[in-house]
């Protein structure tokens, strides 16, 4: 299992598009990867999205 909290948040576009292809190889290979982000671009390349408002289930999605 992979926890990243923020992951891309601090890198530029393409390091961070190298780290999003090194996290989906991982769930490709069968690691279960958990992103938390505001990133919607990192966010639209999820399997599954669960979206939180004041703590609780905003909405959830599944690609």
């Given at each position: ?46 399997d599954r999205r669960i979206s939180l408002r ?10």
């Amino acid at each position: 299992m992979i926890l990243a909290d923020e992951p891309t948040g601090e890198l530029d576009e393409g390091t961070a598009d190298r780290l999003l292809a090194l996290l989906r190889a991982r769930a490709d290979a069968g690691a279960a990867v958990l992103i938390v982000t505001h990133d919607l671009h990192l966010a639209a390349n999820a399997d599954r999205r669960i979206s939180l408002r004041d703590g609780r289930i905003e909405s959830e999605a599944i690609r």
